[in-house]
């Protein structure tokens, strides 16, 4: 019953590290989304994707970038991590917009990647 | 701007009493879409309801009800006699028809509601 599935749950990384999040989903979404979410903020949007090779900034995308080279897998890289962005990272999906039907706009979230940067 | 309130930090009751979640947006659009989701310990944020704009009428789902008002730009959640069960974090969030459907939504802070026995 998997379906959106996010490849490590905890990481430790140390400042200036190259990081990346995976995030995979099975259920053929068009559309996945990066979250993160820390206390007091509620989720915060990073980076989003509508279709393969298309991304568009969130709110707060700065110190972050994605790459989505196939449909199902969306990742989430931190160039050079620093401490402000130890947090939790939850990946998202939805089925393509458009006409908004039954399901349309309703995400389906991972089980979080919960990142510390020391 | 568009923004979703939700004032309560934490909530904490005993079983089976009675508790609602608040929460306040703010939109300039006519065309919106209103969700809540819960957060359980395991971490993965569980889909709960989403009402559009259109549709005022209140819902009720087991022992969860929802009151949309739109006069008071609110979208609150009850959750009748609570159970041990029910403790999580609950987001409520926003959907704008001007983000193309895409499903990018606007969170509120979260309440984490604590049922003790």
């Known amino acids: 019953d998997v379906k959106v599935t996010q490849s490590s749950r905890y990481l430790v990384k140390r400042t200036g590290e190259k990081v990346f999040l995976e995030c995979v989903q099975d259920?053929?979404?068009?559309?996945m989304f990066w979250y993160r979410q820390d206390p007091g903020l509620g989720l915060r949007l990073i980076y989003f994707?509508?279709?393969?090779?298309?991304?568009e900034k969130g709110d707060i995308p700065e110190g972050y970038s994605v790459s989505r080279e196939k449909k199902e897998r969306f990742s989430l890289i931190l160039e050079s991590a620093s401490t402000n962005q130890t947090s939790m990272y939850l990946c998202?999906?939805?089925?393509?917009?458009?006409?908004?039907?039954?399901?349309?706009?309703?995400?389906?979230f991972g089980a979080g990647s919960r990142l510390t940067v020391l | 701007a568009q923004k979703v309130t939700q004032a309560q930090t934490e909530i904490s009751v005993v079983e089976k009493e009675d508790v609602t979640l608040d929460c306040v947006y703010e939109t300039r659009d006519t065309t919106y879409y209103l969700f809540w989701y819960k957060q359980p310990p395991s971490g993965e944020l569980v889909f709960l309801i989403r009402r559009n704009s259109f549709d005022e009428q209140n819902e009720i789902s087991g022992r969860y009800s929802w009151n949309f008002q739109k006069s008071t730009s609110s979208f609150n959640f009850t959750i009748t006699a609570s159970q041990v069960v029910d403790s999580a974090v609950y987001f409520c969030?926003?959907?704008?028809?001007?983000?193309?459907?895409?499903?990018?939504?606007?969170f509120g802070q979260g309440t984490t509601l604590q049922v003790k026995p």
């Open positions: 259920m053929d979404h068009e559309n």
């Open positions: 994707s509508y279709d393969v090779k298309m991304k």
């Open positions: 998202a999906s939805s089925p393509q917009g458009g006409r908004v039907t039954s399901g349309a706009n309703v995400l389906t």
């Open positions: 969030a926003l959907s704008e028809a001007r983000s193309g459907n895409t499903g990018k939504l606007i």
